[in-house]
């Protein structure tokens, strides 16, 4: 074809009127290539031989079938018209051999010799029956448009012939197969028209033979699959139309693509050679510079899913994926040869190929599948009958949102929160105060603080950062490497999400069963179970802890609020409950259980390391449920306990061993230790830690007596004794931990009893629950004092959530947290690698509490690092010094790398005036922000010691954990000092040669060095550190892959295999063969038998009776061959 037919954008064009010329102008050979067909053949030959318009030759190949595919072949259409080839053929080579036979050019005698005709090539498979018109209307559009020289038709399923399949084919930027449609979408001729497309299925291409020939027909290379999608696209470079019509329909089964039958060229599966033939085709018709691209593309797109699939436990799909690529990518011969064949229009056809190619394709197809995962789900939690149902009209946009009390919640708590944050959002800068350290940096900055293994705070530490740290990196990642917003989110979001996962833990608690155990006789309409879950849900969300944790800046508290729900969840799933969405087979239950329990030991693994006192609640609740549940927790449930509570400490090693020495830390949480009052025992009575944010302790007295009243209830007595028993630990231990003093650092204070009083007030909840529940159901009954006592239970629970939110909408969530400044020191103090600032404050208590600052913002989890113990008590002398007014120290703090000192608010604290007395120091600056000062000494992390004069090295702008110094030569031996502390990991080197380390000072790291100058080397290894991490992460990853359910991918199961519809017995392929023949008799006899095909024996009357019958319009394909007499009942 000449260049300007070079393939065009895709559009439709209506259908051709009537030929201008008789259609028997057209020569067609069908080519039938069978391979363990014998199912679907008498179909598919009945669909061949009573075309409308039928075919000149007919050739057959099969590939060594061992079924009664040939016998049906050679007894329907001939001995001498079936090629047998091995096993191992390509569809290509099988093609190529079909059309060498001497049937595929047998003379076709011409009626008109002087008009000119076309040959034809139509390719059919042995899982593909035509329509009867299909062939004619194929040839409609062919004789109507000369440059359509490759057509296909559509495809609809072979088993429900509703489905459609495709009608042409593209491919995205990674080679994966794109049809535009929806999974099992219905034809209903909305896809209906003439189309240019970039490929079509070769299940009934009709392919000019001259076309054909000159392009070399498919690549036998590929031996199966997307060689279809090769030969288009070739066909497009040499200027051919490629069309798909839809009035032609061809019934495809898919049996190889699906995994129906064995593929007997190779033992490798489908999926793997598909995807390498995908790779090819791609990778061989794409230019130069786009071919690099797809090739980088495919290579990082095929790790991230081989990671996918390996999460969804795909194992044997991951190693298929990347085995397809390694094919690839071990053959560029192969690939090199592919491209010079191909070299001809290659560039030419691009951009119009681009304009095939779908966009955005992944991203769409990650949401139809999370739409197609809520459809399920919605789908399957309906209990009424679609065919009983009325259709109502329309419902306004009030009744349709409370139609979803889950959504009327979140939307609600949202409201509520933002009334409540006004002034946190609407104000300037980053999240900081009371508990929060503000989130600077970035992603990479939190990632880098956890993998190192030192860290430059305060006087320096090897100690690493708390795990919560790698959570906060990870969620900082997805929002676009933003601490800050993950921080907002989890922080400011807290209420809104704690809320939507007790919704949906409330389904455990809260059914439409009676709490009573009876029915209610002559029941008024009650009030649905989904709103009394809202309540719940709301009531949690709105907890006196839960509000006091955002305006305190406890993000750790937060963070667990939000989680508890979800592990209750995992964990009656653990234990089979709720018994109606318990699986009936055993085996299934124990994968569920098994899965749960990996769940729950993930997400209290995130919950310790924001919080480690969950844990110790954890394995109490662990112990209780177990002692409920016993019957349940033997042998497998037992397991599962110890997974879901022994895992956690496990995957935070080595920082569980830090607990476990120091016990005080398991009352510690993310983030700063802030003193804070005590909480009197009347504000944990009312489940209240105290604190600002907290609302009056009277809103939760109508939950606590609501609580009370289910004590004495017969129904749901289990839920009533077990959330009591978790009211009272929780309550004890919450008086015992407010009652502690903890001290972190130079910091020291009480605990904060807000993750134990949750657990306190969720066993109230509990309780309450079956109370509210009760109260629902006689307040739907008939008896009036019933109905009073209801009232007042359900107004009392109505006034919890409402007083709640009430207040806290009007005390706002400010107090401690707030919006900062990043400047937390002056500008001429603020030098990465230059001399530390020492800040200080007088407490209202009268003590003194300090931190140094290595002059930079400090970062989220530094707090949390434990630093030296002999550093810290050597500046705990200092400082007290300082706020005592004794001088004489200054000498001593420079030689700690210390030369600022700075108080916050000078105007109100009493250390300025000392500070001002004190001879040794400068004042340099004092504003309403802060008051700086100066020591007489300069100071730097790398000094130089020679007898008293002390000399600061610049260091520049090195990483804390290396350095290289220039050291000026010197009358005698000198002592290089490090102020950091002296731990074994530092290494050291002058001129190339390793010098001796000595302690200095009684705790930092120091070094002999000779009289001469040079260069000085520091560094420090932290391989081992890296390793655990590598560790760590791996097992992570493991655990989230043990907890997430896997998934079947598309094509793994076979609409139409023999284990759903049994297999073809041979007495019935050979009936419907013999019927066959006898059909290909007559229309031999009407002279509508194909050219070359030979009249076949006859068939017994019994084998032609069983067949006659067997096709009804729409049925499937194996009734054909399974009920043959029942299907002739119905077309009678």
Request: net charge positive; aromatic share 6%; charged share 20%.
């Amino acid at each position: 074809m000449a260049g300007t037919a070079a393939a065009r954008r895709p559009r439709e064009r209506p259908l051709s009127p009537p030929l201008s010329r008789p259609a028997d102008r057209h020569v067609v050979t069908a080519v039938l290539v069978a391979h363990e067909g014998a199912r679907w053949l008498p179909e598919t030959l009945k669909a061949l031989l009573t075309q409308t318009r039928p075919v000149q030759r007919l050739v057959a190949v099969d590939t060594g079938s061992r079924d009664r595919g040939p016998a049906v072949l050679a007894e329907v259409v001939g001995p001498g018209n079936v090629v047998t080839l091995p096993r191992t053929t390509a569809y290509g080579a099988a093609l190529a051999e079909a059309l060498k036979h001497p049937a595929a050019s047998v003379p076709v005698p011409d009626d008109a010799p002087g008009e000119p005709r076309t040959d034809w090539i139509w390719l059919l498979h042995d899982d593909s029956a035509p329509a009867h018109d299909a062939l004619a209307l194929l040839l409609r559009v062919a004789d109507a448009d000369p440059n359509a020289t490759v057509l296909g038709p559509k495809l609809r399923d072979w088993t429900d012939r509703r489905v459609l399949l495709e009608l042409g084919v593209t491919v995205d930027g990674a080679g994966r197969r794109e049809t535009g449609l929806d999974n099992s979408e219905f034809d209903q001729g909305q896809h209906d028209g003439v189309k240019d497309v970039l490929s079509i299925s070769s299940a009934g291409m009709l392919v000019r033979r001259d076309v054909w020939e000159r392009l070399g027909g498919f690549d036998a290379e590929f031996g199966l699959f997307r060689d279809d999608l090769d030969f288009c696209w070739r066909a497009h470079a040499a200027g051919h139309r490629v069309v798909a019509v839809s009035d032609a329909v061809v019934f495809h089964a898919e049996a190889s693509r699906r995994g129906v039958r064995e593929i007997g060229m190779s033992a490798e599966s489908p999926r793997r050679r598909d995807r390498r033939n995908a790779l090819y085709t791609l990778l061989a018709n794409l230019p130069a510079f786009p071919m690099v691209r797809a090739l980088v593309r495919n290579i990082w797109s095929t790790f991230a899913r081989v990671l996918f699939l390996l999460v969804v436990k795909q194992q044997q799909a991951a190693r298929d994926e990347l085995a397809a690529l390694g094919d690839v990518l071990r053959s560029p011969r192969r690939l090199m040869r592919a491209r010079r064949a191909r070299a001809d229009g290659r560039r030419h056809v691009y951009h119009t190929i681009k304009r095939y190619q779908p966009r955005w394709v992944a991203l769409r197809r990650t949401f139809e599948a999370l739409a197609n995962h809520v459809a399920a789900k919605n789908a399957a939690g309906r209990r009424h009958d679609d065919e009983d149902a009325v259709i109502p009209d329309r419902p306004s946009v009030v009744r349709r949102l409370l139609a979803h009390p889950g959504l009327v919640l979140v939307l609600g708590l949202v409201v509520i929160s933002v009334a409540a944050e006004r002034s946190l959002i609407t104000a300037a800068g980053r999240l900081g105060g009371g508990a929060l350290v503000p989130a600077w940096g970035g992603a990479d900055e939190l990632w880098a603080q956890y993998v190192s293994g030192w860290h430059p705070v305060g006087l320096g530490s090897d100690e690493g950062s708390p795990p919560y740290v790698a959570v906060l990196a990870l969620l900082s990642t997805i929002t676009f490497g933003k601490p800050w917003i993950a921080v907002s989110v989890l922080l400011l979001g807290s209420v809104p999400m704690a809320g939507l996962a007790a919704y949906l833990a409330a389904r455990l608690v809260i059914s439409d069963d009676p709490v009573s155990g009876r029915r209610v006789h002559h029941p008024r309409r009650r009030i649905p179970a989904p709103y009394v879950r809202a309540w719940f849900a709301a009531v949690y969300a709105l907890l006196p802890t839960a509000t006091g944790a955002v305006a305190g800046g406890r993000l750790g508290t937060a963070v667990v609020i939000v989680l508890l729900p979800l592990i209750a969840v995992q964990v009656a799933r653990m234990y089979g409950l709720p018994r109606k969405a318990r699986p009936a087979d055993p085996v299934l239950r124990r994968k569920r259980a098994r899965r749960a329990a990996w769940c729950v030991a993930l997400l209290l693994t995130v919950a310790m390391a924001f919080v480690p006192l969950t844990w110790p609640f954890a394995v109490v609740a662990g112990a209780l449920t177990w002692l409920l549940f016993e019957s349940r927790a033997r042998g497998g449930g037992r397991r599962n306990l110890v997974i879901a509570l022994a895992t956690p400490p496990l995957l935070l090693l080595p920082w569980t061993v830090g607990l476990l020495l120091h016990p005080s830390r398991f009352l510690l949480e993310a983030g700063l230790h802030t003193a804070v009052t005590p909480a009197a025992a009347r504000d944990l009575l009312a489940l209240n830690p105290g604190g600002p944010g907290t609302p009056a302790r009277w809103t939760m007295y109508g939950l606590l007596l609501i609580a009370i009243c289910a004590l004495p209830l017969r129904g749901r007595r289990t839920a009533v004794l077990a959330g009591w028993m978790l009211a009272i630990f929780g309550g004890v231990t919450a008086i015992l931990v407010s009652m502690a003093t903890v001290s972190k650092g130079a910091d020291e204070a009480p605990a904060w009893p807000g993750v134990a009083l949750v657990f306190a007030a969720a066993g109230v909840l509990l309780a309450a629950t079956a109370a509210v529940q009760r109260g629902v159901e006689v307040l739907a009954g008939r008896h009036l004092t019933y109905q009073a006592g209801g009232a007042v239970v359900v107004l009392a629970a109505l006034s919890v959530p409402v007083l709640a939110a009430g207040v806290w909408i009007a005390q706002g969530a400010g107090g401690p947290l707030g919006k900062v400044d990043p400047d937390v020191v002056p500008a001429f103090v603020n030098a990465p690698t230059g001399p530390r600032t020492l800040v200080m404050h007088r407490e209202a208590s009268g003590r003194v509490a300090y931190t140094v600052v290595r002059g930079r913002e400090p970062m989220l989890g530094e707090a949390e690092t434990p630093v030296n113990e002999t550093a810290r008590r050597r500046m705990d002398g200092f400082v007290a010094g300082l706020a005592g007014g004794r001088v004489g120290d200054g000498r001593a703090l420079t030689r700690m790398g210390v030369q600022y000192v700075l108080v916050p608010r000078p105007e109100r604290d009493a250390l300025t005036a000392v500070l001002d007395a004190n001879p040794e120091l400068t004042r340099l600056s004092r504003t309403r922000t802060f008051g700086a000062w100066r020591l007489p000494s300069s100071a730097g992390r790398l000094m130089l010691l020679d007898g008293e004069d002390v000399t600061p090295l610049t260091v520049g702008q090195t990483p804390a954990v290396s350095a290289t110094v220039t050291v000026p030569a010197g009358t005698g031996p000198r002592t290089l000092l490090l102020a950091e502390p002296a731990d074994g990991g530092w290494r050291a080197a002058f001129n190339g040669t390793e010098v001796r380390a000595k302690t200095v000072d009684g705790w930092a790291q120091g070094y002999e060095l000779p009289a001469g100058g040079g260069e000085f080397e520091l560094s420090r290894g932290m391989l081992t550190r890296h390793l655990w991490v590598g560790v760590q992460g791996i097992a992570v990853l493991l655990v989230a892959a043990l907890a997430l359910p896997g998934v079947q991918l598309e094509g793994q199961v076979a609409s139409g295999g023999p284990g759903r519809h049994g297999r073809t017995r041979g007495r019935r392929a050979r009936a419907a063969a013999g019927s066959l023949a006898r059909r290909a008799e007559s229309l031999r006899r009407r002279g509508a038998q194909p050219e070359g095909v030979p009249a076949p024996r006859e068939s017994s009357e019994s084998e032609s009776a069983e067949f006659e019958g067997a096709k009804s319009e729409g049925a499937r394909p194996d009734e054909t061959l399974e009920a043959p007499r029942a299907a002739s009942e119905e077309r009678s």
